[in-house]
């Protein structure tokens, strides 16, 4: 039974970049079966996908945040992980990841995750 | 890009049944799937590609899809059926890989 577990910082400073790793058990990171996504959820608000990664390193982003989302993984470690810059206080939200195909199942407990000097 | 609406409330009474509405441009030509989120949960998948449960949801949630518009329903409405719902696609038209949630609707039970 796949299992994901979100890891990182919960307190991020403006301007500088937010990183989390989601551990994956259960199953291999490097199964063709899925792709491995994140989705935020800021406080009080609706579900935005942010990005997913292939166990073979093709990245698929949201455009709206494209420009400053990086996503990899380390199969080595049934790991993959998130690297979003340049934070603001918008960017504060629940951090959530995922397995994926067309559909999202299961997911990670979440991380919360604040923008804060 | 594509956008999916949602009403933001839906009332049910226990015992009745709960339709929430996804709308999207031509979303009949997408497979739909709907997650339920309990506060301070993180959100579970209750139907996929339209109208197919996983293992352990009740038979109670199904799923349509036609036109602009798919349907969660909930039959026979109980207490623990009051949760945020999302609908969501994955676009991979025109070049794009995409996921799209839905705005979210509140099911109340009264």
């Known amino acids: 039974q796949l299992q994901l577990q979100e890891s990182g910082p919960g307190l991020v400073k403006p301007s500088e970049t937010l990183s989390l790793t989601c551990t994956v058990s259960?199953?291999?990171?490097?199964?063709?079966?899925?792709?491995w996504g994140w989705i935020r959820q800021p406080p009080g608000k609706g579900l935005e996908w942010i990005g997913s990664?292939?166990?073979?390193?093709?990245?698929y982003y949201n455009p709206s945040l494209k420009s400053r989302v990086t996503i990899s993984v380390d199969t080595s470690k049934n790991q993959f992980s998130l690297k979003l810059s340049s934070v603001t206080a918008a960017d504060t939200a629940v951090y959530y990841c995922a397995s994926s195909y067309n559909w999202f199942d299961p997911w990670g407990q979440g991380t919360l995750v604040t923008v804060s000097s | 890009s594509y956008v999916l609406t949602q009403p933001p409330s839906v009332s049910v009474a226990p015992g009745q049944t709960a339709r929430i509405t996804c709308g999207g441009n031509n979303i009949g030509s997408k497979s739909v799937h709907w997650y339920q989120q309990k506060p301070g949960q993180a959100p579970v998948l209750v139907v996929y590609d339209d109208s197919d449960r996983p293992s352990g949801i009740p038979e109670r949630f199904s799923g349509s899809n036609s036109g602009n518009t798919a349907t969660l329903t909930i039959s026979r409405v109980e207490a623990g059926d009051e949760a945020d719902y999302y609908c969501q696609v994955w676009d991979s038209s025109s070049d794009l890989f995409l996921y799209v949630f839905g705005t979210g609707t509140k099911v109340t039970v009264l």
């Open positions: 990664i292939y166990y073979s390193g093709s990245t």
């Open positions: 259960g199953g291999s990171i490097s199964s063709s079966s899925y792709y």
